[in-house]
């Protein structure tokens, strides 16, 4: 899990990058949650998700936003972030020009981001969104969603209503070509402390499944 320092719109962004051990591997980058609330690329999800691509041998990597850790510049309410997640896509492909799909996963306001990054990002073919912000941030950007992924919020958070995170999924699952699966777990929170476990459970067999199909 190499540490590694890389250049984006507002000076240097810091990350940790592991490489895939086989040629011609997918990409994965992993988004943190608002850096406003202490987001970091340390947190636990944010790890448990790196952790599981690396599992099935993507190249992979999580860093910094703008104003975190080492990371130069300022916050930037989501457009500063997503160029900075631009950048770190534009980064690993120069390591990886033969990769021949990427996958984009996040977290909280990481996954609204995300899933910003996704419509302006073709390779991108598959998207993990882990408690998407729909009652604070406008997905209409979603028109239509580009790919197929999963979203996954908790039945107690606290902090998005599941009523939101519901209509946000009705929306998209009318629109043609992709598949979006939906898991709520019951007795999580916002960031599924003390249920991590079942997160990743979910997350884990949603990537099987999709991976086992491309092949």
């Given at each position: 899990?190499?540490?590694?320092?890389?250049?984006?719109?507002?000076?240097?962004?810091?990350?940790?990058?592991?490489?895939?051990?086989?040629?011609?591997?997918?990409?994965?980058?992993?988004?943190?949650?608002?850096?406003?609330?202490?987001?970091?690329?340390?947190?636990?999800?944010?790890?448990?998700l790196?952790?599981?691509?690396?599992n099935?041998?993507?190249?992979?990597?999580?860093?910094?936003?703008?104003?975190?850790?080492?990371?130069?510049g300022?916050?930037?309410?989501?457009?500063?972030e997503?160029?900075?997640?631009a950048?770190?896509?534009?980064?690993?492909?120069?390591?990886?020009?033969?990769?021949p799909?990427?996958?984009?996963?996040?977290?909280s306001?990481?996954s609204?981001?995300?899933?910003?990054?996704?419509?302006?990002?073709?390779?991108?073919?598959?998207?993990?969104?882990?408690?998407?912000?729909?009652?604070?941030?406008?997905?209409?950007?979603?028109?239509?969603?580009?790919a197929?992924?999963?979203?996954?919020?908790?039945g107690?958070d606290?902090?998005?209503p599941?009523?939101?995170?519901?209509?946000?999924?009705?929306?998209?699952?009318?629109?043609?070509?992709?598949?979006?699966?939906?898991?709520?777990?019951?007795?999580?929170?916002?960031?599924?402390?003390?249920?991590?476990?079942?997160?990743?459970?979910?997350?884990?067999?949603?990537?099987?499944?999709?991976?086992n199909?491309?092949?």
């Amino acid at each position: 899990m190499p540490e590694v320092i890389f250049t984006g719109p507002e000076g240097r962004l810091e990350g940790r990058y592991h490489p895939a051990k086989q040629p011609r591997s997918p990409l994965a980058i992993i988004l943190h949650p608002h850096p406003k609330g202490g987001g970091t690329m340390n947190n636990k999800l944010v790890q448990l998700l790196y952790q599981t691509f690396v599992n099935r041998g993507f190249a992979v990597l999580r860093f910094n936003f703008r104003g975190v850790g080492r990371s130069q510049g300022e916050f930037d309410n989501g457009i500063g972030e997503l160029s900075d997640s631009a950048s770190a896509l534009d980064w690993m492909q120069q390591f990886n020009p033969d990769a021949p799909f990427s996958w984009v996963a996040g977290v909280s306001f990481g996954s609204w981001i995300g899933m910003q990054l996704l419509m302006r990002r073709p390779e991108l073919r598959g998207f993990i969104s882990v408690s998407p912000p729909a009652n604070l941030y406008d997905f209409s950007f979603l028109a239509p969603c580009p790919a197929s992924g999963l979203i996954v919020h908790g039945g107690a958070d606290e902090i998005v209503p599941t009523s939101a995170v519901q209509k946000l999924v009705d929306k998209l699952k009318t629109q043609k070509h992709i598949t979006i699966d939906h898991e709520k777990l019951d007795g999580a929170n916002h960031f599924f402390d003390n249920e991590s476990e079942a997160l990743m459970a979910v997350v884990d067999a949603y990537l099987d499944k999709r991976l086992n199909a491309a092949r």
